[in-house]
């Protein structure tokens, strides 16, 4: 049994954080799936620009969506619900055999809505409806003008996995959302809706690894998801969440990405072997989940207790660092990120409809 098996035998579910019409023409996810256990998947718009870019694999698939849309935006959806929609096949059995508590693949919103609340909800609710696919989340920031959007769409009935959520501050108000969404669905006598929350770790320790002395490098992401890790599980013992749980309401599971470690000095498994714990997701690369797999241990679990990471968070304060105005920066930094790979994304989809000639759609 690799580490990958042994933390699904753990209770951890493991995810990848890529997508590609190659990976799913070659089966390369099928193959992950039966070796290290993999049961979904997360996208964003930077996966999806350098699958699209860097392929010929999709340029019919454009030339026949171009004919029945009119923006290139239109067509990047299709494109990806149509990869999407693939590999949530793939990870139907899974689906099925956790009761809908895995097996999920996720399709982000446009990141040019990021302050739009009213439009992600409209985006939200419209790729939802086009998917038609239940196990298929839809990604929408954690941000202020999202926590809103989060709300709405759970209200509707809509499986949202939370991102860019980069602080336990910023998860509990996206757990906060979910269970007022999930509360007004009751009260209108419907089914709850699953959701995710996403916590991004390593880029935590990337924006600090020049401010800090190097017994502090490569710590702060993983104090950062320890010290959330213990504010969820208090969190499940409130009233308010126990009144929900009597309900046979889901929890929102917390999901650990941006796990791929930056610092080439530190281990390639550093985050994933950091954060194993029941009941959690970890999404991480390609490379990563290889690594895990061909060298992992995997052999500590999460502290339920913290651990050390209200010492560790004392030390970066006492070094200068500013934890919550530093989550505030990267939650914004990653909206901006992903509205750059948005503008590539469609940009590359734009140029590759005007090459490709109409006789390629026949």
Not at 38 to 45: A, I, R
Request: aromatic residues 6%; hydrophobic residues 45%; charged residues 20%.
């Amino acid at each position: 049994m690799n580490a990958a098996q042994r933390l699904h035998a753990l209770g951890q579910s493991l995810w990848l954080d890529n997508l590609s019409r190659e990976i799913l023409d070659d089966g390369t996810i099928a193959r992950y799936i039966r070796e290290f256990a993999l049961t979904g998947l997360t996208s964003n718009p930077t996966i999806f620009d350098k699958a699209i870019r860097k392929t010929s694999r999709y340029d019919r698939s454009i030339a026949e969506v171009a004919g029945g849309v009119d923006s290139d935006e239109a067509i990047f959806f299709g494109l990806a619900l149509q990869d999407l929609t693939r590999a949530a096949g793939l990870f139907q059995p899974a689906f099925e055999a956790s009761g809908g508590a895995d097996g999920w693949v996720s399709l982000e919103v446009s990141p040019l809505l990021v302050d739009d609340t009213a439009a992600t909800i409209a985006q939200a609710k419209a790729l939802h409806a086009r998917a038609a696919c239940p196990n298929l989340f839809i990604k929408i920031p954690g941000n202020r003008a999202g926590i809103p959007a989060i709300e709405e769409s759970i209200a509707a009935g809509i499986p949202i996995n939370v991102t860019l959520l980069f602080s336990t501050e910023q998860c509990l108000a996206a757990a906060d959302a979910y269970r007022r969404g999930i509360e007004r669905r009751l009260a209108a006598k419907m089914k709850p809706v699953r959701s995710v929350a996403s916590l991004f770790v390593s880029r935590w320790d990337k924006a600090v690894a020049d401010a800090v002395p190097p017994t502090l490098r490569n710590r702060l992401g993983i104090a950062v998801a320890q010290q959330t890790y213990l504010a969820w599980r208090e969190m499940y013992t409130t009233p308010a969440w126990r009144r929900l749980a009597d309900a046979g309401v889901p929890e929102q599971r917390l999901l650990w990405a941006s796990t791929g470690t930056k610092d080439p000095a530190a281990s390639d498994v550093l985050y994933v072997e950091a954060l194993a714990a029941p009941d959690t997701i970890v999404t991480m690369p390609d490379e990563t989940l290889l690594a895990l797999a061909d060298h992992g241990e995997a052999s500590a679990v999460l502290p339920e207790d913290g651990g050390d990471s209200r010492l560790v968070i004392a030390q970066f304060v006492q070094a200068g660092v500013d934890i919550a105005a530093l989550a505030e920066r990267l939650q914004q930094e990653g909206a901006q990120s992903f509205a750059k790979s948005w503008q590539d994304l469609i940009s590359c989809i734009g140029a590759k409809r005007a090459a490709i000639p109409a006789s390629h759609a026949a």
